[in-house]
């Protein structure tokens, strides 16, 4: 598959294998982007970038409304390539190419509202003379790092916010999964997207990242990753809006009037979907002890019944990890605890990628799965008496993207909203939920600022203040 760059659809000296994660065998290849193809990008997105701020809202509306309705057009043939390319089930792969098609409408949408507000000058003595308001302009060009575990759903999460703001965008995608970011640029220039105002550029980090992030010309850096990868971009970065989600070791906290059933139903599904390759997956369960022994059975015995294997069956329940070396990192990270003391409830072996869904219990504070991001189908559940110590155990990391808290007692509701340090606080719920039009980003080391289709338009736009004196 060829490149995007600047419009035109581009072969490269260089290839990339893209590999199906379930067989390791080669998907397709795309280019491997050389200096000369970013400083053509980066040329064109000036000039787009003047394009796009004087376009018409209504216009950028449409382009976003036309693309949806293209990748609509196209579902069946997006859905085989996320499972190729990411190694997801047909059911999570179909689910996440309707969620882009909502997520471009909500961006047309939410683009109608792109406002300011006038200001109170007559408020102070000093100001009576004047009068003022503020607006939102474009930033200008936007640089969309993609990760490659939903890589259609979070390319979209950037570029439709991106042109809803009325910029220019430079996508750069995963090298592990980047076949359907170039298929949604297609989408858009296809929709009315100017040529010059959307590249997709395929390579490396150490190459083609480091030159976009590095360059003066772009104004937002939009990231989702790991955290070593956004503290590389923030040192090299220079000043620009910088818009990360970096990850996280969510905790569940399951108090002892929460909702046995539903907390198993949270953990599963929050740990389990994609592999547990979600930056929001559930990753350590607190329960009460007086519940313990009680959902631990309930979980390993639902553990037990999934269906591990090719993600092209639609039986399938769970698929591969992205690939063979963190299949074996994940595995490593399991006999890391299970020395330190944890114990093995069910799960614990991989075949090539495939990692059995593992639950560990009463997991040592210390070891990996407790203090990183596993970033793979392994959860750690461990026991509590006060409800002070969950919270306390749930805020010892130093992430802070999302967590989960099942109680029935208001005080305790409350409790968890006040000092859980994190992004989003969830009752009843796993941390494993997202509605796209939400504030979300993390507190400490799981990023900066928030993405959310209101939100990234605010990010990825420039107040602009206006004053005028009447005297």
């Known amino acids: 598959m060829k490149m995007l760059l600047a419009g035109e659809f581009v072969e490269g000296k260089k290839k990339i294998e893209v590999k199906y994660p379930y067989d390791g065998t080669v998907v397709d290849t795309v280019p491997e982007a050389v200096e000369a193809d970013v400083e053509k990008a980066l040329t064109a997105a000036v000039e787009g970038a003047k394009t796009m701020k004087k376009m018409p809202i209504w216009k950028r509306v449409e382009i976003l409304h036309k693309t949806a309705k293209l990748l609509s057009d196209r579902q069946e043939e997006f859905v085989k390539v996320l499972i190729k390319e990411v190694g997801k089930t047909l059911r999570e792969a179909t689910a996440e190419v309707q969620r882009t098609i909502d997520l471009l409408d909500l961006c047309a949408e939410e683009a109608k509202r792109l406002h300011g507000e006038t200001l109170p000058f007559e408020a102070f003595q000093e100001s009576v003379t004047k009068r003022g308001y503020f607006f939102r302009e474009p930033c200008g060009v936007v640089v969309a790092i993609v990760p490659f575990n939903v890589p259609l759903a979070l390319c979209a999460h950037k570029v439709g916010p991106a042109v809803a703001a009325g910029n220019a965008i430079i996508v750069k995608p995963s090298s592990k999964a980047p076949l359907c970011n170039i298929m949604l640029g297609e989408c858009f220039l296809e929709a009315g997207m100017p040529a010059e105002a959307l590249s997709v550029l395929t390579g490396y980090g150490d190459t083609v990242g480091i030159k976009l992030i590095s360059d003066k010309r772009v104004r937002v850096i939009s990231f989702t990753g790991n955290v070593q990868t956004g503290e590389t971009i923030a040192k090299n970065a220079g000043i620009k809006k910088l818009v990360f989600e970096l990850g996280s070791n969510c905790p569940l906290i399951v108090a002892e009037s929460g ?31 007086k519940l313990y022994t009680t959902f631990v059975d309930l979980l390993v015995e639902k553990v037990k019944t999934l269906v591990i294997g090719d993600p092209q069956e639609k039986s399938t329940d ?91 007692n208001i005080q305790e509701a409350f409790k968890a909203i006040e000092e859980l340090a994190f992004g989003g606080v969830m009752i009843n719920e796993g941390p494993r939920y997202r509605a796209d039009w939400m504030p979300y980003g993390g507190y400490k080391d799981s990023g900066i600022g928030r993405e959310g289709v209101r939100f990234a338009i605010e990010e990825m736009t420039e107040l602009k203040t206006v004053i005028f004196d009447l005297r």
Request: hydrophobic fraction near 45%.
């Open 259 to 289: 909702n046995l059933e539903r907390a198993v139903d949270a953990t599963i599904k929050g740990g389990f979907a994609l592999a547990g390759q979600l930056c929001n997956s559930v990753k350590r369960v607190y329960v009460h002890k």
């Open 318 to 408: 769970m698929g591969p990890v992205i690939d063979e070396d963190n299949a074996k990192r994940i595995i490593t990270w399991i006999e890391e605890a299970l020395q330190a003391g944890a114990l093995l409830a069910v799960g614990g072996k991989r075949n090539f990628t495939l990692v059995e869904p593992t639950i560990l219990l009463e997991v040592p504070k210390g070891t990996k799965l407790m203090t990183e991001e596993p970033f793979g189908p392994v959860i750690a559940v461990n026991s509590f008496v006060n409800f002070d110590e969950a919270i306390n155990e749930a805020n010892s990391t130093r992430y802070g993207l999302q967590a989960g808290v099942f109680t029935s």
